[in-house]
T-cell receptor, first 114, second 112 residues
Framework: NAGVMQNPRHLVRRRGQEARLRCSPM?????VYWYRQLPEEGLKFMVY????????ESGMPKERFSAEFPKEGPSILRIQQVVRGDSAAYFC????????????FGPGTRLTVT | SQQGEEDPQALSIQEGENATMNCSYK?????LQWYRQNSGRGLVHLIL?????REKHSGRLRVTLDTSKKSSSLLITASRAADTASYFC????????????FGKGTLLTVNP
């Protein structure tokens, strides 16, 4: 059973460009979470999604950030018009139905904005 | 301040020694978990302890939880060089038990 998969592992974008981060949950998992980790910091919750639904996006910046988890395909975290402060590691986690705090994390995408 | 705060921030020990890391939190919790993160990698789940539990073991790991002091400790016995990593505690509370709150972590270095 493959773990949570994220791609790309490393992403470099210039200021003003768009960043698209992908996450495929573990097989059988229907809940996806995105977290951001700034240098020397712990992870910060961003958003919780189920298929075709955003359950809680209270940790998402109000502008430029969006997330989706379509019926088919991976979950996408999209950052428009990136700025240097968006440079961070973005982690996706997934959990089985009904066990939302048992989260399995992917390897992360390290975004660098130049 | 953050819900989970680990201390020390960094710990350096010799192989074979025990390592103890602590985590304090501010509000009532449902569960507390410990994760390990190797440099530049994702998080690996180590152990979960529920708010009504006081101690839990898993291999060389021992976790305690004191809800009256709002604190937890992670003990790694007979440490190995491969245990070198950052260790984070994460709590969930209230109705939003999917929203894990992480501390800044303890960087453990085990010297061979």
């Amino acid at each position: 059973n493959a773990g949570v998969m994220q791609n790309p592992r490393h992403l470099v974008r210039r200021r003003g460009q768009e960043a698209r981060l992908r996450c495929s949950p573990m097989k059988g998992h229907s809940h996806v979470y995105w977290y951001r980790q700034l240098p020397e910091e712990g992870l910060k919750f961003m958003v919780y999604l189920q298929k075709e639904n955003i359950i809680d996006e209270s940790g998402m910046p109000k502008e430029r950030f969006s997330a989706e988890f379509p019926k088919e395909g991976p979950s996408i975290l999209r950052i428009q018009q990136v700025v240097r402060g968006d440079s961070a590691a973005y982690f996706c986690a997934s959990s089985p139905p009904g066990v939302v705090n048992e989260q399995y994390f992917g390897p992360g995408t390290r975004l660098t904005v130049t | 301040s953050q819900q989970g705060e680990e201390d020390p921030q960094a710990l350096s020990i010799q192989e074979g020694e025990n390592a103890t890391m602590n985590c304090s939190y501010k509000t009532s919790i449902n569960n507390l978990q410990w994760y390990r993160q190797n440099s530049g990698r994702g998080l690996v789940h180590l152990i979960l302890i529920r708010s009504n539990e006081r101690e839990k073991h898993s291999g060389r790991l021992r976790v305690t939880l004191d809800t009256s002091k709002k604190s937890s400790s992670l003990l790694i016995t007979a440490s190995r060089a491969a245990d070198t990593a950052s260790y984070f505690c994460a709590t969930d509370s209230g109705g939003s038990n999917y929203k894990l709150t992480f501390g800044k972590g303890t960087l453990l270095t085990v010297n061979p």
